[in-house]
């Protein structure tokens, strides 16, 4: 039961890493579906009625402009979900022998500590309104619960693994 939920939120973490990823490479079409579910989609930033929606159409007019004119500045993007991919695939240890690669959760762990002042520090250089940094930071803590409970988990499994087998024979004398 311990290595099944260990797998699993290893799991969730690895997919969650993927897609998070993933969403790099499709910018330009993601906030154009933003914009057209938020209604504002034939809108410029200008005639924006709140901050988040100006904040969306923005940034897809940034990256309409960049991707028409210098459309190779995507790549750093597409490097962007590429080390996603990466560190997932490194997960792959701890699913296939947690113990042994517990250090992959404590990485973890400190990368998604590591979101909250980089989110803020940079973000915060670049212009980046408050509430997207939240945003940003929310990928730190979601990222560390199940990182936090697959290394206490596999340090569980450590503990049952040094145990050694009692026999269940008797001998009769």
Known sequence: MLQRRLRLLTWVF?????LSGATAIPLQWELDAAAGFLG???FSSEKATTSFTKWILKVREALHDT?????????GFDW???GHFMIAIAFVGALRDPV???WLF???MIACVLVVPYAFVFGGLRG???YWRLIDCSFGVFG???????YRWARELQILQSFPKQSLSCSIS
Request: some cysteine; aromatic content about 16%.
């Open 14 to 18: 690895l997919i969650g890493l993927t």
């Open 40 to 42: 504002v989609a034939d």
């Open 67 to 75: 991707n028409a004119k210098y459309p190779f500045v995507a790549y």
């Open 80 to 82: 962007l979900a590429f």
């Open 100 to 102: 042994r690669n517990v």
């Open 106 to 108: 404590q990485f973890g």
């Open 128 to 130: 980046i309104p408050i």
């Open 144 to 150: 560390f619960i199940p990182l936090r409970l697959c």
